[in-house]
């Protein structure tokens, strides 16, 4: 119990969010608290009393245990009052419905994280700030994958209305990157306000999950830019002699291309979901079968073709 710490909560795979954080100290300062007024109980102090009567060195054990479990309470009840200060912002941020309103608590909830590590004697190291930071990225993630998931995504391609998806998906990104952008300006803050660095702890350390959902979301804005180019070949009549011949070309491609999408969207798990590590190998199948048939290349000369006879 003396030695629980909350970044345990991170190794369980359930990517926890930061109210997770004050719920983990409210519970570790009710145990200890506990503990502490057991072991200065009337009961245990006669305990105590009898074994040093006795010269027994278990007293001394005792003795030292007891204040071991009083300065861990002390640490936890710190902790846990300092951390209510952040209660609201964190369940605005599990708890909100609309995503593009969650930039507006980044500033005010950075302001009040760096206030808690000027004022607390305690809850004010790296290890502390890591914990918090990843937990707050994995409720951004959380609530991203509400805003946009794979089914979503493909439920617009089939509306034909891929431009909805590419609108959100750049909004995510860029949510996710303002974050990185204020936390970025309170750490240089807090190297001029507090006199050790904890805020310097390593950005690959502290973004490394997040990173890692910005890049899978760059990967399918890719995938649906690419899409969007590619619908344009379904509607391509060329004329002229050879005009038959080349939109059968035209419309072979975009069939290709289609069986690739439909690959994409019968996988068994949400493209959105950055714990799946399939993805890569998947998205990775995807990419060779485009490229490997010069999909890319040959629809960017179409698009540009059907451009200029619709401008002439």
Known sequence: MLRTDSEVLLRNGTNPGPTAEIIFWTRKAADLNSLHEQMCSPEMKRVISTLQDFKSPASTQLERISQLVLQAAEEANQNNR????????????????????????????????????????????????????QMICNTLIAQAQKHISGEMIFRFIEDENVTEAVRLLKITIHSCEKLKEVFLQYRDKASSTLKSRPWDASKEALFVRLDAFVERCSDILEFAKIVQEFSKLSKVNLGGSKGKVLTETVLQVHGDFTKAVEKLKGLNYDIMDVTIAAFDDDFYKYRCQVKGNFLLSFVVRVVCISRSFRSI
């Open 82 to 133: 300092f951390l209510k200060a952040l209660q609201p912002f964190f369940v605005s941020l599990t708890e909100e419905l609309d995503f593009t309103r969650l930039e507006e608590l980044y500033i005010p909830m950075m302001h009040t994280i760096l206030l808690v590590f000027v004022h607390s004697t305690t809850y004010n190291s790296r290890a502390r700030l890591t914990v918090l930071v």
